[in-house]
């Protein structure tokens, strides 16, 4: 028969008209048949239980074969992770490929027509399918941060959605959200507040980096959790919008350097930074423009002007108009006409300036400490960044009217 299949294979095929070798066994002999590691068959060739395919069962392996995918080899704890899930009957389907080495050269995967299984030497074989699969394999398989699955996808808790653990984080998926990955800190302060039974509900955002810095954060259904190596991990249940209008870019420290240290101190709040909208403004005779005293409630006719310009704005939302210098010279300045919540800070400010004058904006006033926020003792001289708010600061922040409910 070898010698017979042999021939077959090399043969010109149109001169064989009448002679017809099944797939399986052209499969079986391309591998090395009877000298290969399947071994010897154990079955005949047979038809599967869903009526359409066949297979044949040898010492070390299995060939199945399906005629819109041709036949492939499974063998070892793949094959037992497949027949645990009900062979070509389970979701799975067939295999469409052989067994073959994942590209980080450590493991092993068969993918099928509605899945892949795979397996590494430390964590076994588990399968992933659908949109889960879907997310893995855009993240980059196994060779992503995620590495091997740990679990086979499994219905929530909750019995609403679905999710695979893997050895460095896991993908939640449900209908309405979709799949998403958590992982890290960020996902065990997730997983202390109960997964997607807690408040904060399904992932909604991969975990992204926030304004280019050191910071991470993942949103959720309900909130948003917030991690850096200073403040930790940090749920975000309110948010402030802010809109950058620009005179003169800032010279000192980037814009993304200012709101990823916003951001950061924000979060000790439990208070989310949106950067909505970033405008480039052309008003030269403001560029240095003129405060007055600074003072709450009291503005000038240059503050009313600049003020004015609230482009692509929300009612609730606040501005930050940058600018060459203030007139006497500050930092920046808070003052802002009634129903123009915002702020000027100068092009040479720090990189705590932008959430110490917001802070103002949501209500809070100068200490004389230079370890708090709103020290007003000069930002430059903050002592332990990033720096603290208390608890009565972060209630008058909530308050304020500008900070919303995630």
């Not at 950058?244 to 350097?257: A, C, G, I, W």
């Not at 010279?329 to 400010?349: D, E, I, L, M, Q």
Request: glycine share 12%; proline share 5%; hydrophobic share 35%.
């Amino acid at each position: 028969m070898a010698k017979i299949v042999k021939e077959y294979l090399n043969a010109d095929l149109s001169k064989l008209p009448n002679f017809t070798i099944h797939p399986i066994v052209l499969k079986y002999w391309a591998l090395g048949g009877g000298s290969s590691w399947l071994g010897p068959n154990t079955t005949p060739i047979t038809t599967c239980p869903d009526g359409v395919g066949s297979y044949q069962h040898y010492v070390n392996g299995s060939i199945y074969y399906h005629p819109s995918v041709g036949a492939h080899e499974v063998h070892g704890l793949i094959k037992a992770r497949w027949s645990s899930l009900g062979w070509e009957t389970s979701f799975l389907g067939y295999p469409i490929t052989d067994e073959s080495t994942t590209p980080d050269g450590i493991g092993r995967y068969n993918h099928f027509q509605g899945g892949s299984i795979y397996w590494s030497p430390s964590t076994g074989a588990w399968e992933v399918h659908g949109s889960i699969r879907g997310k893995y394999s855009a993240l980059g398989w196994e060779r992503s941060f995620l590495g091997y699955p740990l679990t086979n996808e499994t219905t929530t808790p909750d019995g609403i959605g679905r999710y695979n653990h893997f050895q460095g984080g896991s993908i939640y998926w449900s209908p309405g959200t979709g799949a998403w990955e958590v992982h890290g800190s960020i996902r065990e302060k997730w997983s202390s507040l109960g997964w997607e039974r807690s408040a904060l509900g399904y992932p909604i955002s991969d975990e992204q980096v926030v304004f280019g810095g050191d910071g991470r954060i993942s949103h959720f259904q309900h909130g948003s959790i917030y991690w850096s190596a200073t403040a930790g991990a940090r749920v975000l249940r309110e948010r402030v919008r802010v809109h950058v209008k620009t005179l003169e870019t800032p010279v000192s420290f980037t814009l993304n350097e200012q709101f990823a240290a916003m951001q950061e101190v924000y979060a000790m709040a439990g208070i989310q930074v949106d950067w909505a909208t970033t405008e480039n403004l052309v008003l030269a005779a403001l560029n240095d423009v003129d405060v007055g005293g600074c003072t709450m409630g009291s503005v000038t006719a240059e503050q009313v002007t600049l003020f004015g310009n609230r482009n692509f704005v929300g009612v609730d939302d606040m501005v930050v108009y940058y600018v060459r210098s203030t007139v006497p010279a500050y930092n920046g300045c808070a003052a802002h006409p009634a129903g123009r919540p915002g702020a000027v800070v100068v092009r040479s400010a720090s990189r705590w300036t932008l959430g110490h004058e917001l802070g103002h904006v949501l209500g809070l006033r100068h200490v004389s400490l230079s370890d708090r926020l709103m020290t007003g003792l000069g930002t430059f001289g903050i002592t332990n960044p990033p720096p603290d708010l208390i608890a009565s600061e972060v209630t008058t922040m909530i308050a304020s009217g500008l900070s919303t409910a995630l």
